[in-house]
T-cell receptor, first 115, second 114 residues
Framework: EPEVTQTPSHQVTQMGQEVILRCVPISNHLYFYWYRQILGQKVEFLVSFYNNEISEKSEIFDDQFSVERPDGSNFTLKIRSTKLEDSAMYFC?????????????FGEGSRLTVL | GDSVTQMEGPVTLSEEAFLTINCTYTATGYPSLFWYVQYPGEGLQLLLKATKADDKGSNKGFEATYRKETTSFHLEKGSVQVSDSAVYFCALIDTNFGNEKLTFGTGTRLTIIP
């Protein structure tokens, strides 16, 4: 069964360092997303991406964050200069028809620890 | 803004017990409602959904009814199994055109003991 894959599963980094989280969405999907969950808190929307551009982003997704689909298969989230409060589980998701259907397929997540 | 509130976990039940996980929401528009489940070592996956008032979503023995009057979407199952052990997330989306943002609750960890 097709699935969304994320790498790395866990990354530890120093504050101020750049981090890239990678995702391979399901191949025929058109919509791509990043969400995150800080320990003990809600799963929060970061950004959605469609037709090679950001379609929606949250207040969390400031200038320190960027997304890219560099080669038609990968979908990356870059954090330019990490802060302690960026420590969280980051989930990538993809969808054929978009979030209105609720049919998002999520990866297992990448745990980011900022020291 | 939109928000989802789930009952605090963790929840531990014996096999064959009745399950209810409460979920209430606030939304400015007319949302669609979802339950997602995350089994150990896997990503979140859609369990069931309801798109309008009084709709009942169901899947794998789980059910939830969209109650507009109480702004609730409680998840129920009549007889749980060990394999139902997972984290359950309630979520909504405002169905305005072009909206791509799902709003989630914190998740409720369910453990079923034999």
């Amino acid at each position: 069964e097709p699935e969304v894959t994320q790498t790395p599963s866990h990354q530890v980094t120093q504050m101020g360092q750049e981090v890239i989280l990678r995702c391979v969405p399901i191949s025929n999907h058109l919509y791509f997303y990043w969400y995150r969950q800080i320990l003990g808190q809600k799963v929060e929307f970061l950004v959605s991406f469609y037709n090679n551009e950001i379609s929606e982003k949250s207040e969390i997704f400031d200038d320190q964050f960027s997304v890219e689909r560099p080669d038609g298969s990968n979908f990356t989230l870059k954090i330019r200069s990490t802060k302690l409060e960026d420590s969280a589980m980051y989930f990538c998701a993809s969808s054929v028809l978009g979030a209105n259907t609720g049919e998002l397929f999520f990866g297992e997540g990448s745990r980011l620890t900022v020291l | 803004g939109d928000s989802v509130t789930q009952m605090e976990g963790p929840v531990t039940l014996s096999e064959e017990a009745f399950l209810t996980i409460n979920c209430t929401y606030t939304a400015t528009g007319y949302p669609s409602l979802f339950w997602y489940v995350q089994y150990p070592g896997e990503g979140l996956q859609l369990l069931l959904k309801a798109t309008k008032a009084d709709d009942k979503g169901s899947n794998k023995g789980f059910e939830a009814t969209y109650r507009k009057e109480t702004t609730s979407f409680h998840l129920e199952k009549g007889s749980v199994q060990v394999s139902d052990s997972a984290v359950y997330f309630c979520a909504l989306i405002d169905t305005n055109f072009g909206n791509e943002k799902l709003t989630f609750g914190t998740g409720t960890r369910l453990t079923i003991i034999p």
